[in-house]
């Protein structure tokens, strides 16, 4: 029976042990759990940070390098600038033309006509007149142009709009132009030709000038110019404002400027000159123009005899009516 009673304690003692080591294990088993993670949180922490550092590090190296980059691209941008706008002391040089070109337009009384337009145009080729530039006179009527290239270049100036109601001759010339040239053309003259006589719907009509000049034009057979009306004026120009006193050696005996350039193909334009200029019968003369389809060359168009009262020339027109200019 004693022992029956031991056994039984034991066994109760035993029961009672069985719990406590349980829980005992799962604490340890817990905490161990616990440092564990704990470690792996402390090492993620740490990689975080050093992987922010980089980042910054990164960043501020970028920002560093972007800096440095654009500062350079800068001054490199402002050294350019400065080096094409004053000429500055690099390879680049200031925008120009090889030569310079200078003069005045003006009326038959001397005075500067304002914003009258230029037609520059070269340089002239086999192909054609290249291109134009324009330019209007100031008001003093004075201008001033740099062309870009060498070569010849055909220089006329055309009536503006700041002169409403008064008709004046347009004004051409050749122009040859080298580099390092400094030319002066002087007064360039556009007269003041009068009243244009209208010729829509005519047929072909004889026209006086001036009680010296006699010129038949067939309007039907003529160019006056895109959105130029019919009409024909001219003018004597005074031997004071002559451009030209001799041409090829002869000497200029009248001079008459005509509006508009007008032009005909099949050359209709005739002319008959009412005075002998005290020459005497028999004697040859030249008669020249301004040769707007030659860009602005001054040409022998034809010749005529001194008659009694007239000079007469047979069988001989004109292609253009622009500056008409009689030599002996």
């Excluded at 031997?239 to 007008?262: C, K, N, S």
């Excluded at 047979?314 to 009516?321: A, G, P």
């Amino acid at each position: 029976m004693h022992y029956h009673s031991l056994m039984t304690a034991r066994l109760l003692s035993l029961l009672l042990l069985i719990p406590v080591g349980c829980i005992l294990y799962a604490k340890e088993a817990s905490e161990s759990l616990d440092d564990d993670g704990s470690g792996a949180k402390d090492d993620d922490a740490d990689d975080d940070g050093e992987d922010d550092d980089d980042a910054e590090s990164d960043s501020e190296s970028d920002a560093e390098s972007d800096a440095e980059s654009d500062a350079e691209s800068d001054a490199e941008s402002d050294a350019e600038s400065d080096d094409e706008g004053d000429g500055g002391d690099g390879d680049v040089e200031p925008d120009g033309g090889i030569a310079s070109i200078e003069g005045c337009v003006v009326g038959l009384d001397g005075d500067g006509i304002f914003d009258v337009r230029s037609q520059f145009c070269g340089p002239i080729t086999d192909d054609g007149e290249g291109s134009c530039a324009s330019f209007p006179s100031g008001e003093d009527g004075c201008f001033q142009y740099e062309p870009k290239q060498v070569g010849d270049y055909k220089f006329m100036w055309v009536q503006g709009p700041a002169l409403p109601g008064v008709v004046l001759a347009d004004s051409l010339q050749r122009v040859t132009v080298a580099e390092g040239d400094e030319l002066d053309l002087g007064d360039m003259l556009m007269p003041e030709v009068g009243a244009s006589v209208d010729l829509e719907g005519l047929s072909e009509t004889t026209l006086e000038l001036d009680g010296m000049l006699e010129v038949t034009i067939d309007p039907e057979k003529t160019d006056f110019g895109i959105g130029v009306a019919p009409a024909f004026a001219g003018v004597l120009v005074p031997e004071a404002r002559w451009p030209y006193d001799e041409l090829d050696g002869a000497e200029v005996l009248a001079t008459w400027a005509f509006r508009p350039f007008a032009h005909t193909e099949d050359g209709s334009f005739a002319v008959r000159i009412l005075d002998t200029f005290g020459l005497a019968a028999g004697t040859e003369v030249g008669i020249y123009y301004i040769n707007k389809g030659n860009s602005g060359t001054i040409d022998l168009a034809m010749t005529g005899v001194v008659g009694e009262d007239a000079i007469e020339i047979e069988d001989q027109k004109l292609h253009y009516l622009t500056w008409m200019i009689i030599t002996k």
